[in-house]
């Protein structure tokens, strides 16, 4: 039996290119503006690095896991493990810090914020992605919150005075596979009068959900290969924030001294 996925992590299997494709996107753009120090929370499988690396003057990632694989052979590049927050780093030390999909995973949010701004030195910006709750099509128990546009704003600005509000939109042909899977996933929550995934802690969730996720994303893949495997981050963009876009893109910048 192969392995199952979790979906706390995104992969390079054929049938999560969607996603895939998506959080490229995210490290593409963050290259294009990035320079000087850069700290990256959450670096996943590390498949992002080499995307930014070659951009930052130094690059150190922290993430709650080894990446698996070999390092970047990349003198500038640091992989540190560790759970955060805090973040035991010392104050105004990077000039950027960029953190994808993961703070809807972290209790203590508004935490995180702070003390990315505390490490970020004045005038520094942070790049952070999470998902748009208005898209999500299911509960996530992965997930410890999801934000809409507004909430998002509000926390970060909590602990930063300028905030860009961009979002991650899909074309037509990324709209054309969400649709599909939306009706994938009503077909399973028909199962679920009850509401038992708003109702249930997140732990207890978790397996099924992953099972359900993977069933219903390979099933999609089968059913529409072509579709899926042809998805790229052409087909994605990133353009001002509003309810139909995937993830919120934000850029929030320090006060400079």
Request: charged share 30%.
């Amino acid at each position: 039996m192969s392995k199952i996925l979790t979906a706390e992590r995104v992969s390079r299997d054929p049938s999560d290119n969607y996603v895939f494709q998506r959080s490229l996107l995210a490290y593409r753009e963050a290259a294009r503006r990035i320079g000087g120090d850069v700290l990256e929370i959450g670096t996943g499988t590390g498949y992002g690095i080499e995307i930014v690396a070659p951009r930052a003057a130094s690059f150190l990632t922290l993430d709650k896991q080894t990446p698996s694989g070999a390092a970047p052979a990349l003198p500038h590049v640091e992989m540190r493990r560790a759970t955060v927050p805090p973040l035991d780093l010392p104050a105004s030390a990077f000039d950027w810090v960029i953190c994808f999909q993961v703070i809807e995973h972290v209790r203590r949010d508004l935490e995180l914020v702070r003390e990315i701004h505390r490490v970020l030195r004045p005038g520094g910006r942070l790049i952070v992605t999470t998902p748009n709750i208005r898209m999500s099509l299911t509960r996530n128990p992965w997930h410890i919150r999801e934000y809409t546009a507004d909430q998002f704003d509000n926390l970060l600005h909590s602990a930063f005075p300028a905030v860009e509000r961009l979002g991650v939109f899909g074309n037509e042909r990324v709209m054309e596979y969400y649709e599909q899977n939306r009706r994938g996933v009503e077909r399973i929550t028909r199962f679920d009068p009850l509401d038992l995934q708003h109702r249930l802690p997140g732990w207890m969730l978790r397996l099924p959900y992953d099972l359900l996720n993977r069933l219903n994303r390979r099933r999609l893949l089968e059913r529409n290969d072509e579709l899926t495997r042809s998805i790229s981050t052409e087909d994605y963009r990133i353009a001002p924030a509003a309810d139909d876009c995937f993830d919120l893109f934000y850029i929030a910048t320090k006060e400079t001294e």
